[in-house]
């Protein structure tokens, strides 16, 4: 069974801070698909980054990086001077195979509130 | 860009009504998929296809059904609607099964059912 874990229901934090969200996965599989995804208030969701197994390289796009670590079965994701559009809900989602067909599973989101 | 659009933002029905809900995607993305969201659980998966006419129940198919008679429409329906579907249901599509891109999603469809 796939499982994905986003132990920070919700984390606050002042404009410019630093803040990491945290994800832990479990899977059988040896090869797999990570993805973060932001939903802001309005309500849709944006895909920010896929990293597969074989790849543990850590990835920054601006403000944002993140920490693909297989050891620790996390990929933990880094916003770097933090502003209020950051604020949004971030879902980990982990790719599975279930009855050979590929399907998402989601952690159960964290929530950020950056304030001004 | 990939646009999926849910025929509904808010809708409102009353307990044991039939209730369709509409997605359609315009980039010939053979997988669709319904999701609902609530608060505490994250995204559960209802129900997923990957081709027309074809479907295979998600986490947790039981109350709901659906349909994809067109490759860019998939629909979900309530067919005796309760309380308890009170929710946030999110579409998404994506390209077919071996591919690794992204599932894209639409805006949503926040249901109240009274």
């Known amino acids: 069974a796939q499982k994905v874990t986003q132990a920070q229901t919700e984390i606050s934090v002042v404009e410019k801070e630093d803040v990491t969200l945290d994800c832990v996965y479990e899977t059988r599989d040896t090869t797999y698909y990570l993805f973060w995804y932001k939903q802001p208030p309005s309500g849709e969701l944006v895909f920010l980054i896929r990293r597969n197994s074989f790849d543990e390289q850590n990835e920054i796009s601006g403000r944002y990086s993140w920490n693909f670590q297989k050891s620790t079965s996390s990929f933990n994701f880094t916003i770097t001077a933090s502003q209020v559009v950051d604020s949004a809900v971030y879902f980990c989602?982990?790719?599975?195979?279930?009855?050979?067909?590929?399907?998402?599973?989601f952690g159960k989101g964290t929530m950020l509130l950056v304030s001004p | 860009d990939v646009k999926v659009t849910q025929s509904s933002r808010y809708l409102v029905k009353r307990t044991g009504e039939k209730v369709f809900l509409e997605c359609v995607q315009d980039m010939d993305h053979e997988n669709m998929f319904w999701y609902r969201q609530d608060p505490g659980l994250g995204l559960r998966l209802i129900y997923f296809s990957y081709d027309v006419k074809m479907k295979e129940k998600g986490d947790i198919p039981e109350g709901y059904s659906v349909s994809r008679e067109k490759k860019e429409r998939f629909s979900l329906i309530l067919e005796s609607a309760s309380t308890n579907q009170t929710s946030m249901y999110l579409c998404a599509s994506k390209p077919g099964q071996y591919s690794n891109q992204p599932q894209h999603f639409g805006d949503g469809t926040r249901l109240s059912i009274l």
């Open positions: 989602a982990l790719r599975a195979v279930w009855s050979g067909y590929s399907t998402l599973t």
